[in-house]
């Protein structure tokens, strides 16, 4: 079974700042993927950004980079240089390398507001 | 390119009555999965195939909601009878999945179900 863990219910940030939403998970997979997706409030899923459990390196995606560390099960989005249009749902999620391609497994996810 | 394409993108019904929810996904992808979103459970995945094959249906959550995939263009969920506890958005999600690599799931708009 799988769990992702967001501890977040809820982040204020000024804009221009720095944004770290956090993320922990649990897995019995030796092998497994972490994603970020945006969830403005039209309500569409955007993905964002991914993290394979064997990447030596971080993944980044322009302003978004994913700090993982695997001892402690964490995967945490930063966003650099916040903008209002970063307002939204960020959910974090999971799925095994299993035979077949297993369905994401999400958390609660961060509602976050950037204020001007 | 055409996303992930989901119909209708509201539906109001009356509960007891049938309902269907379609989705179209992104033309060569081989995986499709279907997701319920509530503000009380998150995002739940229910059902998801490959290759038009239905892999896993241990999230559906009673007989009364069934899934099919006729071909790797075309996917519907239905709900009969529907009960207001249905009411929810559904995503219907789509990706590449093959050998070692994790892909991201691409999402679709969803349709958001109001059951009176």
């Known amino acids: 079974a799988q769990k992702i863990t967001q501890t977040q219910p809820g982040m204020f940030v000024q804009e221009k700042e720095a944004v770290t939403l956090d993320c922990t998970y649990d897995t019995s997979d030796q092998s497994y993927g972490l994603f970020w997706y945006k969830q403005p409030s039209s309500g569409e899923m955007i993905f964002l950004i991914y993290q394979g459990s064997y990447d030596e390196q971080n993944a980044t995606e322009g302003r978004y980079s994913l700090n993982f560390q695997k001892a402690r099960k964490s995967a945490n989005l930063v966003i650099s240089a916040s903008q209002l249009g970063d307002s939204a749902m960020y959910f974090c999620a999971m799925r095994g390398l299993g035979g077949g391609a297993d369905g994401l497994t999400f958390g609660k996810g961060t509602h976050l507001i950037i204020q001007p | 390119d055409a996303g992930v394409i989901q119909s209708p993108r509201h539906e109001v019904t009356e509960m007891g009555q049938e309902v269907t929810l379609r989705c179209k996904p992104i033309s060569g992808h081989n995986s499709l999965f279907w997701y319920r979103q509530t503000m009380m459970r998150g995002l739940e995945l229910l059902i998801y195939f490959n290759n038009n094959v239905p892999i896993d249906d241990s999230g559906m959550p009673e007989d009364r909601f069934s899934a099919k995939m006729p071909n790797a263009s075309f996917s519907t969920l239905k709900i009969q009878p529907s009960e207001p506890r249905d009411s929810a958005v559904y995503f219907c999600?789509?990706?590449?999945?093959?050998?070692?690599?994790?892909?991201?799931?691409?999402f679709g708009p969803g349709t958001r179900l109001t059951v009176t």
């Open positions: 999600a789509s990706s590449l999945m093959g050998g070692r690599m994790l892909y991201e799931q691409y």
